[in-house]
């Protein structure tokens, strides 16, 4: 990094600082980043301590916030694996391969991220209803996905999608693919250079994934409700609960879930963040 | 699939090697067409059912819907909130940046962190914190009031939300490449002779231009796009704080599904347009390679 040359040694307690401007930018990130982030949401948490402890208890563990808690981590956690599997398998098709339109399928994995997520929500609906293109296929099987838990998962399966991927494949990009070549010569199997070699290789780059699909889906809203039916105990998610509650009146009961759903994603941000620190200590920059 | 056994001892004969070739050809095969499938399902078809509903009942009525007077609100105030929003978030992340990648401080990996934080927030929280500030029963809802000042359920708080949620973004962009390009630009001009303003202006910004257009963009479809956080703080009012998305849900639940997706195509079209300028983007400054979002800084 260029910047190392120039880099004061830590200890030195007042650094001679050449450019100018510190004192105003730091200054300007800090109140705008306290007025915008830090304030409003230690306000919540001030909030949530009104409420007192056994009434927090009771909030959190009454019937329908525990199920749409379970459902919001469940689905995550089930369309994050999806994602996974799916995603390691699209990374790899897309850094080995070559096949008609390779470039234009690179590029339009990013589409969740650039869709909003209503627009999503609408059209994974009309897709997957019952007389929808898919929907309809999967009616005379018995399958029904819109209106159901199942269309939870499938919503959080197309917000998670780019995740694995972009993570996964600069590190296949970067894999030494003639080690590759030479275990194919000494009579390895495609099967066995996968496992021996480059699964220990990218499964850091897919775990983080995995957590940042998983963040992401915990907390999703727009594409989920229009295709889950909102079924109290059923498939009523977690933030649409938050939602509700707000509607009616019910502000203290709304911020005990939101705290909830609070700790726990920083707790996952901060798996992530150990996670990318491990995984570029083991790969080196650029790894993850 | 043939097996060989791969220890040290067990070179397999020349011939060995050969047979595989079809078997590799066909495994090829089929990891493709698994994935197109898998993409297909999850990610063209949700795109392409999008403009096939809007244009279902032909073009005259997709017309209709966009024109539509509340459609046409929609519109305008979507572009309202993006063009307060987004220039907020630029000078904020513009100054966390030339901080962070051109200082050295306690806390600063800390503050990187902090910046990231409403990645993690879900979009429903994010708006729900300022109503918890703002609306009637918050902290300052009576202070406001009395005031005669709306926040809440009225367009500054759709601009709060947005600007929470699209927070981190433009400075997730600059930080580190301001980071590898390090400071002897800007410490040559000043010793040169340039003021601080000067070296900014003259050096760093077309350093960072790729960048800062990058992530303005990727700003700019997020504030567009806001659902959740928006949604908990506009009171949805028709004509007044009705943003697009907002619109397409009353549309959809008013099942008038056509028109719900005739202002979705919009959106839709947005969201192509901001891939296709990025992919250009990428290939003027390949530095700025993509990432996953959201995510914590490298």
Known sequence: ????????????????????????????????????????????????????????????????????????????????????????????????????FRRLIDALVDLPFALPTAVAGIALTAL??????IGGLLAPLGVQVAYTPLGVVVALVFIGLPFVVR??????????????????????????????????????????GFALAFARGIGEYGSVIFIAGNMPMVSEIAPLLIVTKLEQYEYASATAIAVVMLLISFFVLLGINALQGWSQRRLGPGGA | MSIVRDGPGSAPA?????PRRPVRGLARSLLITAALIYLVLFLILPFVIVFGQALAHGLATYWAALVDPMAVAAIRLTLTVALVAVPLNLVFGVAAAWAVAKYEFRGKSALVTLIDLPFAVSPVISGLIYVLLFGAHGWFGPWLAAHDIKVMFAVPGIVLATVFVTFPLVARELIPLMQSQGRDEEETALSLGATGWQTFVRVTLPNIRFGLLYGVLLCNARAMGEFGAVSVVSGHIRGLTNTMPLHIEILYNEYNATAAFAVASLLALLALVTLVARAALERQAPELRRKPLPGPLP
């Open chain 1, 1 to 100: 990094m260029a910047a190392t040359a120039s880099r004061i040694p830590f200890p030195a307690r007042r650094p001679r600082r050449v450019l100018p401007g510190f004192g105003l930018t730091l200054g300007y990130t800090l109140l705008y980043l306290s007025l915008i982030v830090l304030l409003p949401l230690g306000a919540t948490f001030l909030k949530t301590a009104e409420l007192g402890w056994p009434q927090f208890w009771r909030v959190v563990t009454s019937p329908r916030v525990l199920a749409s808690l379970r459902l919001s981590f469940g689905a995550a956690a089930l369309a994050a694996l999806v994602n996974t599997v799916a995603g390691l398998l699209v990374a790899w098709v897309l850094t080995r391969y070559e096949f008609p």
């Open chain 1, 128 to 133: 997957y209803a019952p007389g929808g293109w």
């Open chain 1, 167 to 208: 993570t996964v494949q600069p590190v296949l990009e970067d894999l030494d693919r003639e080690v590759e070549q030479a275990a194919a010569t000494l009579g390895a199997s495609s099967a066995q250079i996968v496992i021996r070699l480059v699964l220990p290789t990218v499964w850091p780059a897919l775990l983080t």
């Open chain 2, 14 to 18: 020349p011939g060995a090697v050969r």
